[in-house]
């Protein structure tokens, strides 16, 4: 099996090329210059590897949570790929990247999202549980006495009062096992209708929070 990896939802962005054997290669993306950087990457490591587009098993992107506009590029970018490739898609969840830093039997990811809420994705193994944007003292009341874990030491502080454990933001690379157990069942997404994580509240729910402000 042979994997494009794309990673631009986080600070830092990353992209890979991977097979059922490991990872063959990777390139960074620093900063916010995914948008200019991404293609040119993936068509060097592809061309240094001797690959073309149609011998993937699937393009990996990380679909968010995580900064909109890098969201919004690497997920245009894989669907690009795959539509002009012929090839399928495979959207895993930043979270889930998170979560599994850490081996523990359920672990809560802890991302920030801006105006004091949070991401968070609770996770069993690599199968998710749930995930939902949230307020910090919603945060506290889900995760209870788990497992917390973060990569972002904002996040780190907000929550300390819970031992939260610090992991590095993933890279792409890190996406390669959900790769490979989806290729395993087939389990792709749908290309044309896959949408980015963004994990919005609902307007019932900002009504709601509203009227309970006032």
Request: aromatic share 4%; net charge neutral; hydrophobic share 45%.
């Amino acid at each position: 099996m042979r994997f494009l990896l794309i990673h631009t939802s986080g600070a830092e962005g990353s992209v890979a090329l991977a097979s059922d054997s490991g990872v063959l290669a990777s390139a960074p993306l620093p900063g916010r210059s995914a948008s200019e950087r991404l293609l040119p990457a993936v068509r060097r490591l592809m061309e240094s590897a001797g690959w073309r587009l149609p011998d993937l098993t699937a393009v990996v992107v990380v679909n968010g949570p995580g900064s909109f506009t890098g969201v919004r590029v690497g997920l245009s970018a894989a669907k690009g790929l795959c539509e002009a490739g012929g090839v399928p898609m495979i959207a895993v969840s930043r979270l889930a990247l998170v979560a599994a830093a850490i081996d523990d039997v359920v672990v809560h990811a802890v991302l920030d999202a801006g105006r004091g809420e949070f991401y968070c994705g609770e996770y069993a193994g690599r199968r998710m549980v749930r995930e939902a944007l949230l307020h910090g003292d919603e945060v506290r009341a889900v995760v209870g006495n788990g497992t917390v874990v973060v990569c972002e030491p904002k996040v780190a502080e907000a929550f300390r009062d819970l031992n939260p454990q610090m992991v590095c933001e993933p890279s792409a690379e890190a996406a390669l096992p959900f790769a490979l157990e989806r290729a395993r069942t087939g389990t792709f997404d749908d290309v044309a209708l896959k949408d980015a994580n963004y994990l919005r509240r609902t307007d019932l729910e900002i009504q709601a929070r509203l009227r309970t402000a006032q």
